[in-house]
């Protein structure tokens, strides 16, 4: 009786154990289905976005500068919302930014906006802001009707920035400077202009069950050979085509493309493991990463020695797309592998250049640590001469591709790893 007893108890305990068991499970699971739930369906999602750099003499802005003077610039988004808001950098500041009033428009095309569709921007219920030196600042929501694919104007009422400007050289757009007050002004065209952003960020929309992609590369993801307001990039034609398809209208494009930019070491800007959390992690909504980064770390392996750097080995670029895929997949991001385009006949065509670019390239395709592999190198190669880009697709110093080019790259991305 009494071992009966004993047995009893453990039953119980046993009984108990269970129950318990089956409650944290149940848990566990309703929070995890909450978790993809926020992932999958955020209210929240970026639509526009730019990499911040620091500016220098080469994208200076024309007359009349920013002392006291309005900038017009226009972005692309790719999904459209009822809601926005706009967020605005001072990255690279080594002072406070102050922004006297801000407004957005619907563009009309170059410096022109649609008059009846401008409204002011807010920041915490005041219509201007100061942003501390290395800070960013998002505008208040405001109900705004963004088409998706269409273009946005941003309108700044500036004084006189920091020294250290935050901008993007490589906009493929241009802004518009004009004296004084000019935020709502209906066509500011005339005024002087120039291909490079300044101070914007990033443009965020309400729409519910989307996501973004990030696109995290160099020069050919930022557009170099593209057409200036041509829209053109290999990020915007995905962005095109993913509205085309019914099945994934609610996937939004993230160009964090920078010129000459490095996945182990800083060039025009920092380096892609050094932007990694801001450009990709921080981003709003962002589901899925594209990762099409390395060959400035090849081409420049020549040129280590006076930069007082250690070349970039194959071994060394696997470590750092490594670094990246477990970082992202840290914050249930998927990672898309991207193979480097061909670049015989350029300034970078070396032979042992050639050879890290096959090797790392064969790694992408073959090592399996990416979730999914698009080989933008198989679409744009001359079959006839692997090495080098077909001659349609070449921009002409055969190491960026032009429109066709990256209409070609785009058209190589299955859409079925956005659904």
Known sequence: MRSMGISLVGMKWVKQ???VCLCCG???ASAWAKHEQKISGSDWVSTWASSPQLGD???APPEPGFHDSTIRQVVHVSIGGKQIRVRFSNEFGTAPLTI????IAVSAGHGAIRAESDKALAFHGMPSVTIPAGALIISDPLDFDLAPLSDLAISMHMNDPPDSVTTHPGSRQNSYFQAGNSVSAADISSA???DHWYFINGVDVVAKNSNAVVTLGDSITDGRGSTTDGNDRWPDDLARRLQSDKHTT????LNHGIGGNRLLHDGLGPNALARFDRDVLSQTGVRWLIVFEGINDIGTRAMA???HEQPASAEDMVAAYQQIIDRAHSHHIRVYGATMTAFGGSFYDKPDTQEVWAKVNNWIRTSGKFDAVIDFDAATHDPQNPSHLLAADDSGDHLHLNSPGYKSMAG???????Q
Not at 100 to 103: E, F, G, L, Y
């Open 17 to 19: 154990f269970i129950f």
């Open 26 to 28: 149940i848990l566990s």
């Open 57 to 59: 003499a080469k994208n």
């Open 100 to 103: 006297a009033s801000a407004h």
């Open 192 to 194: 002087p202009h120039v």
């Open 250 to 253: 609610n996937v939004a494009v």
């Open 305 to 307: 020695t006076q930069r």
């Open 412 to 418: 190589a991305i299955d859409l079925k790893l956005f």
